[in-house]
């Protein structure tokens, strides 16, 4: 698996749907990993040279970008039922349910339905600190009324040697490709308000092996997912359990379209696709494609 870490020099303001700048992720969703890059070969091409960039991404599997430290990379949980004694599961059942990320180790022992004992369990429900986020006040002022008001504004701060991953996985020139647009996001940022400074990063370059199962039956998301229109099936299938998260924004100074994306961390009974969405009015492009993952069977979790 082909990955990119990013090591952040600055904040971090990826936004939410919510109340202003005061909802923030601490993750960056594969769109807008998608949007940056978009955007950032646009201002070293033509219109036409970006238009056929785009038409390649349809080959391109990017997945959204999880936590990292040092050595160690972070997994989504997937949505299926941890196989450990029923005992052990009723007593960490809520904290099982509070954990977002689970380590490498611990995600292939769940993919490949080992089993986990007590220690085991207690070991992946382990707080971290990652990074730690918080809000800062900032004025506005009102260009007509001239009225100043302030609010607040969400940010993450990586804790040393921590940051984001994300798996990506194309043919080599169309790699080459995303890597200058990275060198170029180094100094641009990536996130909400870069022009204040926040989102800026250095990144490397890596390969990682990740242990599968032989004979996979389920697919998990490491990547927001859009359904093509032959995928409906996918959502009927017995041990598939999904959740949905709102996406939307602004382009530009014009406010995007909200669309429901397949969250990450759900899981499939077949291996997903998704699709590229296009909005001619507003001249912008949404990443649904999937990148997922091979995994042994279980229960909804």
């Known amino acids: 698996m082909r990955i990119i870490k990013l090591n952040f020099d600055s904040p971090l303001h990826i936004g939410e749907i919510g109340i202003g700048l005061e909802e923030c992720s601490s993750i960056i969703h594969s769109d807008t990993i998608f949007n940056a890059i978009v955007n950032a070969y646009a201002l070293m091409h033509t219109e036409d040279a970006t238009d056929e960039f785009l038409k390649n991404f349809e080959r391109v599997r990017i997945s959204s970008a999880f936590p990292y430290r040092d050595d160690g990379l972070f997994f989504p949980r997937p949505r299926i039922k941890i196989n450990a004694e029923e005992e052990v599961l009723s007593d960490y059942k809520k904290k099982l349910k509070k954990t977002d990320f689970i380590?490498?180790?611990?995600?292939?022992?769940?993919?490949?339905?080992?089993?986990?004992?007590?220690?085991?369990?207690?070991?992946?429900?382990?707080?971290?600190?990652?990074?730690?986020?918080?809000?800062?006040?900032?004025?506005?002022?009102?260009?007509?009324?001239?009225?100043?008001?302030?609010?607040?504004?969400?940010?993450?701060?990586?804790?040393?040697?921590?940051?984001?991953?994300?798996?990506?996985?194309?043919?080599?020139?169309?790699?080459?490709?995303?890597?200058?647009?990275?060198?170029?996001?180094?100094?641009?940022?990536?996130?909400?308000?870069?022009?204040?400074?926040?989102?800026?990063?250095?990144?490397?370059?890596?390969?990682?092996?990740?242990?599968?199962?032989?004979?996979?039956?389920?697919?998990?998301?490491?990547?927001?997912?859009y359904p093509n229109e032959g995928e409906k099936e996918l959502f009927k299938g017995e041990k598939s359990s999904w959740d949905f998260i709102l996406r939307g924004g602004y382009t530009g100074t014009r406010r995007k379209p909200r669309i429901r994306m397949i969250k990450e961390g759900s899981v499939f009974e077949k291996e997903p696709k998704g699709k590229i969405l296009k909005f001619d009015e507003f001249k912008f492009s949404d990443y649904g494609m999937a990148y997922s993952i091979p995994m042994s069977g279980g229960e909804d979790g």
């Open 103 to 225: 380590s490498k180790e611990h995600l292939e022992k769940t993919i490949n339905r080992e089993k986990f004992d007590k220690e085991e369990i207690e070991c992946l429900v382990e707080k971290r600190e990652l990074y730690k986020e918080y809000q800062i006040p900032k004025v506005y002022l009102d260009r007509e009324t001239k009225k100043s008001d302030f609010f607040f504004i969400s940010l993450v701060e990586f804790k040393e040697g921590c940051g984001l991953w994300f798996a990506i996985e194309c043919e080599e020139v169309v790699y080459r490709e995303i890597i200058h647009c990275l060198r170029l996001l180094q100094d641009e940022g990536i996130g909400g308000k870069r022009t204040w400074g926040y989102g800026l990063f250095g990144f490397a370059e890596d390969n990682i092996g990740l242990r599968l199962p032989e004979k996979p039956d389920l697919y998990m998301l490491l990547s927001l997912f």
